[in-house]
């Protein structure tokens, strides 16, 4: 038996809504949330990496960077991943695009730290 699904994001700029969908033989499955709550979007970096180790004890790490580009909430205390790239200047490309679409202002990544972290942190000192 073979079954083809795939999921992601879509977008809907006329009704400035989204879903994260299931697609199962082209049809998707997923309900409609608004874009209103996500005033911002930006371009936040991450790695995956791998390692392996042959019989002889010799390892090999593989590092592999992604740019999502994220729509975030007034606080940035919600994300919303949109696209991932591989390349930080299609990611810009793509975040000016974005940005201009659903009328969202491009801003650095700045999330709250709770009163409990940032305790954590002084006592590390």
Do not use: C
């Not at 490309?93 to 679409?101: E, K, R, V, W």
């Amino acid at each position: 038996m073979v079954v083809f699904l795939r999921g992601g994001t879509e977008i809907n700029v006329e009704n400035k809504a989204y879903r994260r969908f299931t697609g199962l033989l082209g049809l998707k499955f997923g309900n409609w949330m608004s874009l209103e709550e996500y005033p911002f979007v930006v371009i936040i970096q991450g790695a995956d990496t791998q390692s392996t180790f042959s019989r002889g004890q010799s390892q090999l790490i593989t590092r592999d960077e992604y740019f999502d580009i994220t729509l975030l909430n007034q606080n940035h205390s919600k994300k919303l991943a949109i696209k991932r790239l591989d390349n930080l200047e299609d990611a810009k490309t793509d975040l000016a695009i974005l940005a201009d679409m659903l009328q969202v202002t491009p801003t650095r990544y700045n999330p709250p730290i709770s009163a409990k972290t940032q305790a954590r942190k002084r006592a590390r000192r």
